[in-house]
């Protein structure tokens, strides 16, 4: 940036200023990469798809008050997959204490068809409900690495568990105990 | 008026946080040519580029677009955001190299920055990411191709891509077994670089993590860079 620039954009600032007092929580976070305490994520809401175990309609996550636990997939994705009977099995044995969403980061609607996603989660006997982030928002605020990823976050909103690649059941099943005991 | 004396004025007025926020901008220890500060860590040791360097100067087909990109042609006209990857990639490390690239994509949309962004994404595998593959491949990672500024870029041959991922990045890349993968002949065992350069052709960020680096961040230092 040109210093006059600089300039500038401090001056229109300084404007501003008494009203502007800010948000001061700005600071520490610009400075700190990843610091002890998470904060809540601020809710995302996404479409959610008509299939087996979900209906069309939309889901908030993370909604107000509940722990929830979102598996990150794409039809494209091979180890996803692998991944549906152990995400099946942990989902009947805790889904009722959580809320239990799997979600594609895939743009249903425009480069894939919402049919290809209902196709898919017959073939991998998907029975909970299923969302689309199709602008990889909610996948930009859990930060997903990988597919498929898993990430639970407790009844405030603050990530308890997030891991990418194939995980069993128990693994599930224990990553979301870990946001029910907060 | 020089810059400190400035700062303490302004904090004076009672803006500490605005300004504060600006830190990286005003840091006087900031390479020339930059819009950032200097990141946390220092990777100027590291064999790629990093804060400071400038933008290694290749040129590579985009075979979707078929016109030739040199990341020279974006000197002046648009901050770069570059990746290297390749469809086959079995664990998944690629589409989360992707999905940063795209991310900052939509943001550069939502907020009305597209025509000052490029999104560089360069395929070691040119063998078997065809034209048609990229496309697809676009489309499955939910990547804009319409926006115009996005270019897969595919050189001529694997030995080629090899010899500019090396030469320019630092990079080693080697086809490996993939006998324990169904359906994959080879694999390339490779580390997932992101890297980010403003207009002048400087780099501002090198993600050697880029598949995990936080993709806020990414998101964030992109927008500060094309801002500045």
């Known amino acids: 940036m040109k210093r006059r620039d600089l300039l500038a954009g401090l001056a229109s600032v300084g404007a501003i200023g008494g009203a502007g007092l800010v948000a001061t929580g700005t600071i520490p976070d610009a400075f700190s990469n990843g610091s002890e305490t998470p904060e809540p994520v601020e809710s995302t809401t996404l479409d959610t798809v008509e299939a087996p175990g979900s209906r069309d309609g939309e889901v908030t996550i993370p909604p107000d008050n509940q722990a929830t636990f979102v598996d990150f997939f794409g039809t494209w994705c091979a180890p996803c997959v692998e991944q549906m009977p152990a995400l099946g099995e942990a989902e009947n044995r805790i889904g009722d204490e959580v809320r239990f969403v799997s979600v594609t980061t895939e743009d249903v609607g425009g480069s894939v068809s919402e049919e290809r996603v209902v196709e898919w989660w017959r073939e991998n006997d998907g029975d909970w409900l299923v969302a689309a982030d199709v602008t990889a928002e909610l996948a930009a605020k859990l930060n997903v690495g990988a597919y498929p990823t898993a990430v639970t976050l407790d009844s405030t909103g603050r990530i308890q568990w997030s891991e990418s690649g194939i995980h069993t059941a128990d693994e599930i099943v224990a990553g979301i105990e870990t946001a029910l005991n907060v | ?228």
């Open chain 2, 1 to 228: 008026m020089d810059r400190r004396r400035y700062l303490q004025s302004i904090a004076a007025a009672g803006t500490t946080a605005s300004v504060a926020g600006c830190l990286g901008v005003l840091n006087e220890s900031g390479a020339e040519g930059t819009v950032l500060g200097p990141p946390e860590q220092d990777l100027s040791e590291a064999a790629h580029p990093s804060y400071g360097d400038e933008m290694p100067e290749f040129t590579v087909p985009d075979p979707i677009t078929g016109e030739d990109i040199s990341t020279t042609d974006f000197e002046g006209e648009r901050t770069i955001l570059w990746t290297s990857f390749y469809t086959n990639c079995p664990d998944g490390v690629c589409p989360a190299l992707i999905l940063r690239l795209r991310r900052a994509q939509e943001v550069a949309a939502q907020e009305g920055y597209s025509d000052d962004a490029a999104f560089l994404a360069l395929t070691f595998d040119p063998e078997r990411d065809t034209a048609d593959v990229l496309r697809k491949y676009a489309d499955q990672q939910g990547v804009d191709l319409d926006a115009g500024n996005w270019h897969f870029l595919r050189p001529e041959s694997y030995e080629s891509s090899q010899e500019l991922l090396d030469e320019h990045f630092g990079l080693v890349i080697e086809k490996a077994s993939a006998d324990d993968i169904e359906n994959l002949e080879y694999q390339f065992p490779h580390y997932g670089l992101i890297l980010l350069a403003n207009k002048r052709g400087i780099v501002e960020r090198a993600y050697p993590n880029g598949a995990t680096v936080d993709i806020e961040i990414v998101e964030n230092d992109f927008k500060k860079v094309v801002e500045g």
